[in-house]
Nanobody, 119 residues
Framework: QVQLAESGGGLVQPGGSLRLSCAASGSIFSVNTMGWYRQAPGKQRELVATIISSNRDNADSVKGRFTISRDNAKNTVYLQMNSLKPEDTAVYYC??????????????WGQGTQVTVSS
Protein backbone atom coordinates (compact mmCIF):
# COMPACT_ATOMS: atom_id res chain seq x y z
CA GLN A 1 0.00 0.00 0.00
CA VAL A 2 1.29 3.43 -0.98
CA GLN A 3 0.09 6.79 0.33
CA LEU A 4 0.82 10.35 -0.72
CA ALA A 5 0.51 12.87 2.09
CA GLU A 6 0.23 16.54 1.15
CA SER A 7 0.68 19.61 3.31
CA GLY A 8 1.17 23.33 2.99
CA GLY A 9 -2.03 24.68 1.48
CA GLY A 10 -3.96 27.63 2.88
CA LEU A 11 -5.12 31.18 2.38
CA VAL A 12 -2.69 33.79 1.08
CA GLN A 13 -2.97 37.29 -0.28
CA PRO A 14 -2.18 38.07 -3.93
CA GLY A 15 1.56 38.37 -4.39
CA GLY A 16 2.24 36.05 -1.49
CA SER A 17 3.96 32.67 -1.33
CA LEU A 18 3.18 29.14 -0.24
CA ARG A 19 5.15 25.91 -0.25
CA LEU A 20 3.42 22.59 -0.79
CA SER A 21 4.95 19.28 0.23
CA CYS A 22 4.02 15.73 -0.65
CA ALA A 23 5.63 12.65 0.85
CA ALA A 24 5.20 9.16 -0.57
CA SER A 25 5.24 6.28 1.90
CA GLY A 26 4.51 2.59 2.01
CA SER A 27 5.68 -0.32 -0.08
CA ILE A 28 7.89 1.53 -2.60
CA PHE A 29 10.52 0.01 -4.87
CA SER A 30 11.32 3.30 -6.61
CA VAL A 31 9.64 6.61 -7.40
CA ASN A 32 9.68 7.84 -10.98
CA THR A 33 7.81 10.98 -12.04
CA MET A 34 6.41 13.21 -9.32
CA GLY A 35 4.31 16.27 -9.85
CA TRP A 36 1.47 18.60 -9.03
CA TYR A 37 -1.90 19.11 -10.68
CA ARG A 38 -4.67 21.50 -9.74
CA GLN A 39 -8.40 21.78 -10.18
CA ALA A 40 -10.33 25.01 -9.84
CA PRO A 41 -14.11 25.01 -9.31
CA GLY A 42 -15.92 24.21 -12.53
CA LYS A 43 -12.70 23.43 -14.40
CA GLN A 44 -10.82 20.30 -15.39
CA ARG A 45 -7.77 19.14 -13.51
CA GLU A 46 -4.65 20.60 -15.13
CA LEU A 47 -0.94 19.97 -14.95
CA VAL A 48 1.07 22.45 -12.86
CA ALA A 49 4.54 20.92 -12.81
CA THR A 50 6.34 17.59 -13.00
CA ILE A 51 9.83 16.42 -12.18
CA ILE A 52 11.72 13.25 -13.08
CA SER A 53 15.35 13.07 -12.08
CA SER A 54 16.48 16.68 -12.62
CA ASN A 55 14.14 17.36 -15.56
CA ARG A 56 11.35 19.77 -14.79
CA ASP A 57 8.29 20.76 -16.77
CA ASN A 58 5.99 23.64 -15.79
CA ALA A 59 2.71 24.86 -17.18
CA ASP A 60 3.07 28.17 -19.03
CA SER A 61 0.73 29.82 -16.53
CA VAL A 62 3.15 29.25 -13.64
CA LYS A 63 6.55 29.62 -15.32
CA GLY A 64 8.77 32.05 -13.49
CA ARG A 65 6.56 31.89 -10.38
CA PHE A 66 6.40 28.23 -9.29
CA THR A 67 9.35 25.90 -8.73
CA ILE A 68 9.11 22.15 -8.34
CA SER A 69 11.80 20.17 -6.54
CA ARG A 70 12.22 16.79 -4.90
CA ASP A 71 14.15 15.03 -2.20
CA ASN A 72 14.70 11.49 -3.45
CA ALA A 73 15.95 10.25 -0.09
CA LYS A 74 12.62 11.25 1.44
CA ASN A 75 10.41 10.40 -1.58
CA THR A 76 9.09 13.93 -1.27
CA VAL A 77 8.16 16.53 -3.85
CA TYR A 78 7.79 20.24 -3.18
CA LEU A 79 6.09 23.10 -4.98
CA GLN A 80 7.31 26.58 -4.11
CA MET A 81 4.68 29.05 -5.25
CA ASN A 82 5.60 32.74 -5.43
CA SER A 83 3.78 35.79 -6.75
CA LEU A 84 0.47 34.02 -6.29
CA LYS A 85 -2.54 35.28 -8.19
CA PRO A 86 -6.28 34.81 -7.54
CA GLU A 87 -6.42 32.55 -10.60
CA ASP A 88 -4.07 30.14 -8.82
CA THR A 89 -6.90 29.32 -6.42
CA ALA A 90 -7.60 25.60 -6.69
CA VAL A 91 -7.27 22.25 -5.01
CA TYR A 92 -3.71 21.08 -5.62
CA TYR A 93 -3.11 17.34 -6.03
CA CYS A 94 0.19 15.55 -5.68
CA UNK A 95 0.95 12.86 -8.25
CA UNK A 96 3.57 10.14 -8.36
CA UNK A 97 4.33 7.25 -10.67
CA UNK A 98 5.70 4.60 -8.34
CA UNK A 99 7.27 1.25 -8.97
CA UNK A 100 5.97 -0.99 -6.20
CA UNK A 101 7.91 -4.05 -7.32
CA UNK A 102 10.59 -4.55 -9.97
CA UNK A 103 7.87 -5.51 -12.45
CA UNK A 104 4.87 -3.38 -11.49
CA UNK A 105 4.26 0.35 -11.35
CA UNK A 106 1.20 2.57 -11.14
CA UNK A 107 0.00 6.11 -10.62
CA UNK A 108 -0.89 7.48 -7.20
CA TRP A 109 -2.66 10.67 -6.14
CA GLY A 110 -2.80 12.64 -2.93
CA GLN A 111 -6.05 13.69 -1.32
CA GLY A 112 -5.65 17.31 -2.40
CA THR A 113 -4.86 20.51 -0.54
CA GLN A 114 -6.76 23.78 -0.94
CA VAL A 115 -4.88 26.89 -2.02
CA THR A 116 -6.87 30.12 -1.90
CA VAL A 117 -5.42 33.41 -3.11
CA SER A 118 -7.57 36.30 -1.99
CA SER A 119 -7.34 39.68 -0.33
Amino acid sequence: QVQLAESGGGLVQPGGSLRLSCAASGSIFSVNTMGWYRQAPGKQRELVATIISSNRDNADSVKGRFTISRDNAKNTVYLQMNSLKPEDTAVYYCYAHIRVTMFRSQDYWGQGTQVTVSS
